[in-house]
């Protein structure tokens, strides 16, 4: 039965035109490189969690598929090798020619998080002294840094290689960024301050 046939039938003008719009939408989350490292930072990384929503979010209304980003968010280390991968296939998709290597860049991603997450807890495996602060502070920048370069393909997918859609700081962003940097300044005054003094 063809379209003429069956008068319950979308056209197909229609459908061409809904996948049409479904091929504009983004596929991954756009955010400027300079504005994720400031808010991962002064967050402690709690940036992170809402980063990796937000590709997933994404994601899940271009593409249809049935996912919970929640979760993937939440469980972060268990799903960057498939958000990379996707990153990555996008862009092969689009033919768009960046030079990275997903994979290892993941990997990477998993590794200073475990570390990071490790010394945050160190205390508790009777680790003592401001070392393992001073280490675990050092792994965030790091790891925004590794999420830049993910980030920088993610927008390159998607078109906005700079990210300049999203590369303003909003009101909400510049209260995170003073809260942030407040606690970071009491961690470094803790940090110049002797144990026997505290």
Same mark, same amino acid.
């Given at each position: 039965?063809? /379209?003429?046939?069956?008068? %319950?039938?979308?056209?197909?003008? #229609?459908?061409?035109?809904?996948?049409?719009?479904? /091929?504009?939408?983004? %596929?991954?989350?756009?955010?400027?490189?300079?504005?994720?490292?400031?808010?991962?930072?002064? !967050?402690?990384?709690?940036?992170?969690? %809402?980063?990796?929503?937000?590709?997933?979010? !994404?994601?899940?209304?271009?593409?249809?598929?049935?996912?919970?980003?929640?979760?993937?968010?939440?469980?972060?280390?268990?799903?960057?090798?498939?958000?990379?991968?996707?990153?990555?296939?996008?862009?092969?998709?689009?033919?768009?020619?960046?030079?990275?290597?997903?994979? !290892?860049?993941? !990997?990477?991603?998993?590794?200073?998080?475990?570390? /990071?997450?490790?010394?945050?807890?160190?205390?508790?495996?009777?680790?003592?002294?401001?070392?393992?602060?001073?280490?675990?502070? =050092?792994?965030?920048?790091?790891?925004?840094?590794?999420?830049?370069?993910?980030?920088?393909?993610?927008? #390159?997918? =998607? /078109?906005?290689?700079?990210?300049?859609?999203?590369?303003?700081?909003?009101?909400?962003?510049?209260?995170?960024?003073?809260?942030?940097?407040?606690?970071?300044?009491?961690?470094?005054?803790?940090?110049?301050?002797?144990?026997?003094?505290?």
């Amino acid at each position: 039965m063809n /379209e003429i046939d069956n008068p %319950y039938a979308a056209p197909a003008t #229609a459908q061409l035109e809904a996948s049409a719009a479904m /091929e504009k939408l983004p %596929y991954f989350y756009v955010v400027s490189p300079t504005k994720l490292f400031a808010l991962y930072v002064c !967050t402690f990384g709690l940036y992170g969690i %809402y980063w990796m929503y937000q590709h997933w979010a !994404t994601f899940r209304r271009a593409t249809r598929q049935a996912m919970w980003p929640v979760a993937r968010a939440i469980f972060s280390l268990f799903f960057f090798h498939y958000l990379y991968a996707e990153i990555d296939q996008r862009l092969r998709r689009l033919k768009i020619s960046y030079v990275w290597d997903p994979s !290892t860049l993941a !990997t990477l991603t998993v590794i200073l998080t475990l570390v /990071e997450s490790f010394l945050s807890r160190a205390h508790r495996f009777g680790a003592t002294g401001k070392i393992w602060t001073v280490l675990m502070m =050092c792994c965030i920048p790091l790891i925004a840094f590794v999420k830049m370069k993910a980030q920088r393909a993610a927008n #390159a997918a =998607c /078109e906005d290689p700079d990210g300049s859609s999203n590369a303003n700081f909003t009101l909400a962003n510049f209260v995170f960024l003073i809260l942030g940097g407040l606690l970071w300044l009491f961690a470094l005054i803790g940090m110049l301050v002797p144990e026997g003094a505290q």
